[in-house]
């Protein structure tokens, strides 16, 4: 257990320093919410004043919409998180991973924890931008903490989609592509963009088996209304199962890619 | 000698059919330096992943550093050390930053690691751009650096693929001069090559692979010989009438020791045991014939002719051209 932890924090080191030697890279997964939170704020302002929208108890379009830029943030990166898999399989870094005297699990490990510190990094970012533009958060700093963990571990877990399709395309647009389709309908198809009294019938329905509304709502909730752990176990639940899906799948394709 | 390598009627078949290895059998002593020579797809880089423990075998038994590899991957990834035909570098990071995350996944400490990277950069003569990405890399630095990086962890047994492809001469030539400052050093050493010359030169024993089976195996010199002796090439004069040429096959023919000449143009070519012997003898011969010589050459067998034997074709090269500049004045210091 210790020597697998020492083992993926060295690979959890190379991982975070590779994102931090394209500055470009950061400077842009930053830019991206910040841009989502300006562009729909604007669209949607008009939206907080009504009233149907106002009896939800939002405050604002802004209270409102933060905690869905929080978790597309992060989903961004988890959609992007099967790139560098390709690239560590095009350039036999898995290779010389691999024939190191290192378990398999630490080169995984290794990717999910940088994974997370970057979602974690980028959600933090998203919330400083947030409080700026004039949003608060209900629960305070333990609240704003219990939000950043519930989207990074559901990042993590979304992440997982991304390496599965990484491992058995080993193509790096096709991982793209195939990351933004599975992820943005389930984005548009959630209650990230409209509460839930407002949104269609149908789209209410397809909202309850949704594990991104889940995320989005427990991180509402925290935000504008209070501490919610009822809500938020129902969330974690869906991550988990959702978890069991995506990791799984995940690393039985590493194992297939790597045999 | 320990055997470092054993293989035993090893063989490899792909899902979709392929027999990439097929019935392969060879060991590899201690302090050897082994080459497989063959051509592209002859089945050289299956054979050399398996025994790093990156491809399961189909069939078979494969033995490095006296453990059966696919059960006991672990203590066989520790004692080898591999350079794949296609590098592994991490072009984000710096020639030192590579070198030091490969020598903590060998389990070495941060002050270690660090140390034993400076080590290594300074043997291969990387010390001016050990803080550079490693992106922006000449193929012969990179080849370099990742040389440093399978022997980080000291391996006593090497596996290199392809080591030059793609390098120019001048950098071939120092990462042989590499190569065999390292097996000097009792570092054993397999290797994989299409070029024959490489083979000649490095190793002390080879196999020629051919689709998937070793078609023949022994020292450079043995298969030479096998083949056959030198070559001595006479040419006539151009204005040489066909008697004459007739006359002088006759001659030459009757020559002990030497096989059945070829006739091209004016010129015969002539299979003889020593050509340092031969030479002046026949020269004689001709000349008490009273047949004009215009010019004499002689050759020795290559691999070549040793390939083209047991397989009925020549050796098929292709060769991806990575430029490389930078000439390697150092050569490898001792192992401590």
């Known amino acids: 257990m210790l020597r697998s932890l020492g083992e993926s924090t060295i690979l959890f080191q190379r991982n975070l320093r590779k994102l931090l030697r394209v500055p470009m890279m950061v400077f842009f997964s930053l830019f991206q919410p910040l841009l989502w939170l300006i562009l729909f704020t604007q669209i949607f302002q008009r939206l907080g004043e009504f009233p149907q929208f106002q009896r939800q108890g939002y405050d604002s379009y802004l209270m409102f919409f933060a905690p869905s830029v929080l978790t597309m943030t992060v989903l961004t990166s988890a959609f992007q998180s099967g790139m560098g898999m390709v690239t560590d399989l095009e350039t036999g870094m898995l290779d010389k991973f691999l024939i190191s005297p290192i378990r398999r699990s630490s080169v995984l490990l290794g990717k999910v924890m940088a994974d997370a510190f970057r979602m974690l990094l980028q959600g933090g970012m998203v919330l400083v931008i947030a409080l700026l533009m004039g949003a608060r958060i209900e629960t305070g700093i333990p609240g704003a903490i219990v939000m950043l963990v519930t989207a990074a571990l559901f990042g993590i877990v979304w992440a997982g989609l991304s390496n599965i399709v990484a491992l058995r395309t080993r193509h790096a647009e096709l991982t793209m592509m195939i990351g933004i389709l599975l992820t943005f309908p389930l984005l548009f198809l959630s209650t990230a963009m409209m509460p839930e009294g407002l949104l269609p019938g149908w789209l209410e329905t397809v909202g309850r088996f949704n594990p991104v509304s889940y995320v989005i709502d427990t991180a509402r909730a925290f935000m504008n209304f209070g501490y919610d752990w009822g809500q938020l176990g129902i969330t974690l639940g869906v991550i988990a199962v959702v978890g069991v899906f995506t990791l799984t799948g995940a690393t039985r394709a590493f194992r297939r890619a790597t045999s | ?336």
């Open chain 2, 1 to 336: 000698m320990a055997k470092l390598i054993e293989v035993e009627g090893l063989t490899k078949v792909y899902p979709d059919g392929t027999r990439a290895v097929d019935d392969v059998s060879f060991h590899v002593d201690a302090g050897e330096m082994f080459g497989f020579l063959g051509p592209n797809g002859a089945g050289k880089t299956t054979m050399i992943r398996i025994l790093v423990t990156l491809l399961p075998k189909t069939s078979g038994s494969a033995k490095v550093a006296g453990v059966e590899v696919s059960e006991d991957p672990d203590t066989v990834r520790r004692s080898i050390g591999y350079a794949a035909q296609f590098i592994g570098i991490d072009d984000d990071l710096s020639g030192h930053e590579n070198l030091v995350l490969q020598a903590r996944l060998h389990g070495m400490g941060k002050a270690e690691a660090r140390e034993r990277a400076d080590e290594l950069l300074e043997v291969f003569a990387l010390t001016t751009v050990a803080g550079k990405r490693a992106a922006g890399f000449s193929g012969g630095m990179r080849r370099r650096l990742d040389l440093a990086q399978s022997l980080v962890h000291r391996p006593p047994l090497l596996f290199l693929d392809e080591p030059t492809t793609g390098l120019d001469p001048q950098t071939r030539n120092a990462m042989w001069r590499h190569l065999e400052e390292l097996n000097r050093d009792g570092t054993t050493v397999f290797l994989t090559t299409q070029y024959l010359e490489e083979a000649d030169r490095l190793c002390s024993r080879l196999a020629i692979i051919d689709q998937g089976r070793i078609v023949v195996e022994g020292s450079p010199a043995d298969l030479k010989k096998e083949v056959g002796g030198d070559v001595v090439t006479l040419s006539l004069p151009e204005d040489t009438d066909p008697d004459t040429l007739r006359r002088a096959v006759e001659a030459v023919t009757s020559f002990p020791g030497a096989g059945d000449p070829t006739v091209f143009d004016h010129s015969i070519s002539l299979p003889v045991k020593d050509a340092g012997e031969a030479l002046s003898a026949l020269v004689r011969t001709l000349d008490a014939a009273g047949i004009p010589v215009a010019r004499l050459s002689m050759s020795s067998p290559t691999l070549d002719e040793v390939f083209l034997r047991h397989t009925g074709e020549r050796m098929r090269v292709e060769d991806t051209n990575t430029r490389a500049p930078s000439p390697m004045s150092r050569v490898m210091r001792g192992r401590r």
